[in-house]
């Protein structure tokens, strides 16, 4: 089918407006689209337009047009071989845009503020992996294939590269906020969350704060701390490889003070998680939860005044 604003009765409007409601009701935030926007765009087309479409307070959802193909078979009951994962990435990349668009505030993107676009994408994309087989039977991709029918709930994320330098970002902090357990797959979501509430241009700043002592550290030092996750962050992203993001993290964290380095580092001293002694083996510091939200709006609550405001 053509590429392009799809049609009212496109089954792909419903099939997206079913992901939209799904990710509203789970943030408790209403997700920036009006409702009616839905482009398909060539499956060898770079999304340039979804990007900047971010710069405005409502932006129209974005699916390659092979993916799109893929629910338009299963509305009709006649998918081919290879749609499951098909289907499964096509909600992934659905889920994943209406994460970002629930945002309070929309992103200033471009120039500068490049690398906070492609955070905005990457933390959409970790929170989209952790809650895609959560999310699945609230959305119309949950009746074209029940949840226990789906081989594998795989999504690399619409920026595979920048979601793997926002895991490793954020295991790096968790690392760094005292001694324990790994961190999980609700830590992932919850952080990703939290980051994605935060202002855009602010974020950098905001995941700087969540290292131990850094409050201490003066303005310049701040600043340069800021920048070097900043810089972390957007090599891991060019050069495929994630490990430069903790590598950010990590000189962030040299800049406090040695002796209140040593304290933070210091077991005996760590705060534990609630229930469990100093010396357990799933003792830890972990990343601080999605605080509250506004009061969610049903998605479809504004359809009679024009979509989604």
């Known amino acids: 089918m053509a590429t392009g604003l799809v049609r009212t009765d496109d089954p792909c409007l419903a099939w997206g407006e079913s992901i939209v409601e799904a990710v509203s009701e789970k943030t408790n935030r209403v997700v920036r689209w009006r409702g009616l926007d839905f482009v398909v765009r060539p499956n060898d087309r770079a999304p340039t337009d979804a990007v900047h479409s971010l710069r405005s307070n409502d932006s129209p959802l974005f699916l390659p047009e092979e993916l799109a193909d893929t629910v338009r078979r299963y509305?009709?009951?006649?998918?081919?071989?290879?749609?499951?994962?098909?289907?499964?990435?096509?909600?992934?990349?659905?889920?994943?845009?209406?994460?970002?668009?629930?945002?309070?505030?929309?992103?200033?993107?471009?120039?500068?503020?490049?690398?906070?676009?492609?955070?905005?994408?990457?933390?959409?994309?970790v929170w989209s992996q952790e809650r895609l087989a959560e999310l699945w039977p609230k959305t119309e991709s949950g009746r074209f294939i029940p949840v226990d029918e789906?081989?594998?709930?795989?999504?690399a994320g619409r920026n595979p590269a920048a979601a793997a330098a926002a895991r490793e970002l954020m295991t790096e902090i968790v690392r760094q906020q005292g001694p324990g357990a790994p961190i999980g797959p609700e830590d992932y979501a919850a952080l990703s969350e939290a980051l994605i509430a935060t202002k855009p241009d602010e974020r950098f700043g905001d995941i700087l704060k969540l290292l131990p002592g850094t409050d201490e550290l003066s303005p310049?030092?701040?600043?340069?701390?800021?920048?070097?996750?900043?810089?972390?962050?957007?090599?891991?992203v060019a050069q495929g490889d994630p490990s430069r993001a903790a590598a950010g993290v990590r000189r962030a964290s040299e800049r406090i003070d040695p002796q209140l380095r040593r304290l933070v580092d210091d077991p005996a001293l760590a705060a534990v998680t609630p229930g469990r002694t100093p010396d357990s083996a799933g003792a830890s510091v972990?990343?601080?939860?999605?605080?509250?939200?506004?009061?969610?709006?049903s998605p479809r609550s504004d359809r009679g005044r024009g979509g989604r405001h």
């Open 75 to 125: 509305a009709a009951g006649k998918p081919k071989r290879g749609d499951a994962e098909r289907l499964v990435r096509a909600t992934g990349h659905t889920v994943s845009q209406s994460a970002a668009l629930s945002s309070p505030l929309f992103d200033n993107i471009g120039g500068l503020h490049e690398q906070e676009a492609a955070l905005d994408d990457a933390l959409a994309d």
């Open 150 to 155: 789906v081989p594998d709930f795989a999504f």
């Open 220 to 236: 310049s030092d701040k600043f340069s701390a800021e920048v070097g996750i900043r810089r972390g962050f957007a090599e891991a």
């Open 286 to 297: 972990r990343p601080q939860r999605a605080g509250g939200h506004d009061v969610r709006r």
